[in-house]
């Protein structure tokens, strides 16, 4: 359903500082999959996501959503099939805006909403539905500001944000890293919820390598701008530590200099 | 006494609509728009131009689409050509002040003597006598704030608060910002155009320089009006902040221009005090906190 086709990005190309961060990228997403991604930091991870989701354009390739030429298309436009949260907690909802407000605007992507209309009884209604799902008591809160909710909290209700409208693909750049470890869990596990609840397409950038392994159905290992391992479904099983480290070696041609920047808990 | 009052009150709810635009490009985007100075002499010019050819309420309106086309060019400038906010308001009002000596027909003021205008035809209907202009101003001001207000609670109204509160939210909401501000931008430019529109008639004349300082006023009312509600800040407590904190304003400007404790001429530089002891208040408080606590720690 995505098709990324051989999509290259440069940072301040002609200069000292130029940064290749994508090289010839090539990756071909089915439907409902669930994929994690992992790599070191400046493997072009968060790039990927940039380029996805249209936050700048590429300098080569192209990007393919369910048939649709995507590669020129601003990222706004783009919003409206591709969700997602980032690790940040506060990146993704208006602090000063309530909890219903910011789930008004998320469900503007339906494109039912009339622009001169208000929030109705009915909209109301539906928002309250929906936060009951977190089951963080956030339904009885609708009224306030959002600011005031801890990180967890804004976490789950920027995923209901990107989800209330089920998109065609979403990118979870680290979701949790930034959570305690108990608000971490809750997060991850609603997200697996959602996933599975509309078969949504997936794909979740992780440090956590055995969270990567057991998460999703196939797992993607990045390096200096390309895909180096891409293990699906049989193989991520059976395979062992040693086995990943090894491929993961030889994909890079290059010794890493710490196991740990792929192997942190 | 009576006069006073009067005339306090009458200027009070006028020069809220300049803080009511303010309000929404400076608190609601978070833009600093300094487009409002030539945006109000603009307003000023074209209804008082349009009023001295026996056409006053074509005046007004045709102010009211002109100060938003002066907001739409400041939107344009830095939402499709990349010049960052406050440049882009500047850049528009130095290009205004030739646009309003042209609509002003080259000359730096008219004088309205003996044409009619909103306020000789209201006040000749015999509604409230002496108070006919403060009658018809209030009525104006208060359904534009009550405008706004339900504005800011559509679907559009929405977007605009969140394009001020996080842009990349409303991206990922698949809203274009480059719209939602060009549209806060030129609401919030009608008001101004608006508001010179009418003091322009209602004082019978317009002036080329009589905006200088309008968007500091403007700032300072805002900002006093925001220090004496305070409390939970709700859209609505914010819009009547607005009007109050012009009132309390027209009052400290009578009672200095009365009782003379102060020169007159001193104005503009207590009103530029008060917006930037207003604005550094926080700063100040924390660095004195700081500095205090620091003290007793050293002992």
Known sequence: ?265 | MAYILQTTLTLGFVYALVALALFISYRILDIADLTTDGCYVLGMAVSVAFAYQGHPFLGIFLAIISGGLAGFVTAFLQTRLGVPSILAGIVTNTGLYTVNLMAMGWTSNIALLKKETLFTLFHNLGIGGNWSDFILVSCITLLSMLFVRWFLSTRLGLSIRATGDNRDMVRASSINPRFTITVGLVLANCFTGLCGALVGQMQKSADINAGTGIVVIGLACLIIGETIINGKKTITRNIVAVLIGNIVYRFIYAIILQTRILPIDFLKLITALIVALAIAAPTIKENAQLYNRARKEMK
């Open chain 1, 1 to 265: 359903m995505l098709k990324i086709e051989n999509i290259s990005k440069s940072f301040n190309p002609g200069t000292v500082n130029e940064t290749k961060a994508l090289r010839g990228l090539n990756l071909n997403v089915n439907d409902g999959d669930f994929i994690t991604i992992l790599g070191s930091n400046g493997a072009g991870k968060s790039t990927l996501f940039n380029a996805i989701s249209g936050n700048f354009f590429v300098d080569e390739g192209r990007i393919i959503l369910d048939d649709q030429n995507i590669t020129f298309m601003p990222d706004y436009k783009r919003a409206k099939w591709i969700g997602r949260l980032f690790q940040d907690p506060l990146k993704g909802t208006a602090p000063h805006m309530t909890i219903e407000e910011n789930l008004a605007l998320a469900y503007l992507r339906a494109g039912q909403s009339k622009t001169f209309s208000r929030i109705s009884k009915k909209d109301e209604e539906f928002f309250c539905e929906k936060l009951k799902m977190l089951d963080m008591g956030l339904e009885d809160r609708m009224h306030t500001q959002v600011g005031t909710l801890s990180g967890g909290q804004r976490q789950a209700l920027t995923l209901l944000m990107a989800t209330i409208v089920p998109p065609k693909i979403l990118l979870l750049d680290e979701h949790t890293a930034a959570l305690d470890p108990q608000a971490a869990d809750k997060v991850l596990s609603l997200t697996k919820k959602i996933v599975e609840e509309n078969h949504t397409t997936c794909l979740m950038i992780t440090h956590n390598i055995h969270q990567g392994l057991q998460t999703g159905n196939r797992s993607l290992f990045m390096a200096d701008g390309n895909i180096i391992l891409d293990l699906q479904e049989e193989e991520r099983k059976t395979i062992t530590m040693e086995e990943v480290l090894e491929k993961f070696k030889a994909g890079a041609h290059k010794d890493l200099d710490n196991d740990r920047i792929l192997l942190s808990e």
